[in-house]
């Protein structure tokens, strides 16, 4: 990239360096042998407030991501390192203006957290972390069940609204005669039965947060006067005729997807341009097999039952499973798992018969799961400072190991199948050891 790199392999020789280099650019890493990076770049933003400093860490978790952009995090990306993406970041960072975090919200017990460290959950927290550190609208976008409004009261509790109400409102919940009457409130008179004034959850929300459920059920009609409301900081109660101002933050979250609803006529698209100025997308529990493990012990932990750990068994029949239904569901399973286990140890017999006999019945890797398959086996050859080829003969002798025996075990058909040189397919299995007779 035409760039001269100091290196350093501990805090304290990265913080010499620091002060003799006067670099440009930081690459820092949060697992350093004599410190926290994140302590470290603290350090940095006293002495330098303006320069840019790259995290990068194999701990790729919602705090760190979240610590990091308080912190004063510039960009955050997560090993094993995309050489492509790295050179884009660098060379955009060296362009980029560093502003000083806001101040940290006191700690408080029971705080919102998401669990997970996957390689799936890594732009979620990477996108959480980016609206935590600023004041627009936010879209949380996800199928049912995955934590949307979980995400919406982290972005709140770690924004600098912190301090003001975090308001709820579920879209899908009202009809439309008293949808606009919650959010926005009415007059006395409005309609039959409004017999004083009501605030609406607009203004309950002032200073802080509304959280706007499943808002792609908001008719149109609707979706104007909400649309006043996101760009103008202006609402009217229903049977008013008085402007009122208001300062809030919209977050809304949706399992539906919107550009579609806005093709299809439901949807206004001026109204999701102004929603959508930050994206948080979730992904399903089935591209999450890795968070599979911390998610189940923390749920398990919930419960007023003995069952506390899970057999090797029993994890492997829910890694298979599909999870229509998310993290929602696999609390629910759990909990039924825990409520019929006598011990401290949920087996397969204890999982309920549906979820049994669908785990059973799907492949060991099923085709929605496979990116996030060789992600993990990437993750772990990696680690192990394996090259290229040794990456690429593993899985060439794998498919060639399956491929084999649906051919009845002759090099000859299946070399004819692939459309290669029969003495090349040869080479190959005796090379990767796999037997195919005479």
Not at 161 to 171: E, I, K
Not at 374 to 402: F, N, T
Request: net charge negative; charged share 25%.
């Amino acid at each position: 990239l035409g760039h001269d790199p100091v290196t350093a392999a501990s805090a304290a020789r990265g913080l010499r360096s620091f002060a003799e280099a006067a670099p440009d650019l930081v690459v820092l890493d949060i697992g350093l042998p004599d410190q926290s990076g994140l302590d470290l770049l603290a350090t940095m933003r006293e002495r330098a407030p303006q320069m840019p400093v790259l995290i990068v860490t194999a701990h790729g978790n919602l705090q760190n991501a979240v610590d990091a952009k308080k912190a004063g995090a510039t960009g955050y990306l997560v090993k094993p390192l995309d050489l492509e993406q790295l050179a884009a970041t660098i060379r955009s960072l060296l362009h980029v203006e560093v502003v000083a975090p806001p101040p940290a919200p006191p700690v408080e017990r029971d705080a919102p957290f998401l669990i997970g460290s996957s390689a799936a959950m890594q732009p979620a927290f990477t996108a959480i972390a980016h609206a935590c550190a600023c004041d627009v609208p936010v879209l949380i976008t996800g199928p049912t069940g995955i934590g949307k409004s979980l995400a919406a009261r982290i972005v709140h509790r770690h924004s600098a609204r912190h301090a003001g109400p975090f308001v709820t409102l579920s879209c899908a919940s009202l009809p439309e005669s008293l949808l606009e009457s919650e959010l926005f409130g009415h007059e006395r008179g409005a309609f039959t039965g409004a017999d004083g004034q009501r605030i609406g959850h607009v203004e309950r929300a002032a200073g802080g947060t509304l959280f706007l459920d499943e808002i792609g059920e908001v008719p149109m009609a609707l979706q104007v006067k909400l649309l006043r409301c996101v760009e103008e900081k202006v609402i009217t109660r229903v049977g008013g005729r008085e402007d009122l101002p208001v300062d809030l933050r919209i977050v809304a979250a949706t399992n539906q997807d919107l550009d579609a609803a806005v093709a299809a006529g439901r949807f206004r698209e001026d109204l999701l341009y102004r929603l959508r100025v930050l994206e948080i997308e979730l992904p399903p529990l089935r591209e999450r097999g890795d968070d599979l493990p911390a998610l189940c012990a923390f749920l398990l932990a919930q419960f007023e039952r003995p069952a506390r750990s899970l057999a090797a068994e029993t994890m492997a029949l829910l890694r298979r499973y599909e999870w229509p239904g998310n993290v929602r569901e696999l609390r629910n399973v759990l909990e039924h798992a825990a409520a019929v286990c006598s011990g401290s140890v949920v087996l397969p017999a204890h999982l309920p018969d549906k979820v049994r006999r669908a785990a059973e019945r799907a492949p060991a890797v099923m085709p929605g799961r496979l990116d996030a398959a060789i992600r993990e086996w990437l993750d772990g050859r990696l680690h192990d400072g394996q090259s290229y080829d040794a990456l690429h003969d593993e899985l060439d002798g794998l498919l060639l190991r399956h491929l084999l025996p649906r051919y009845d075990g002759k090099p000859t058909l299946l070399a004819r199948a692939l459309g290669m040189n029969r003495a090349t397919l040869r080479r190959k299995l005796r090379d990767y050891g796999i037997d195919y007779g005479a």
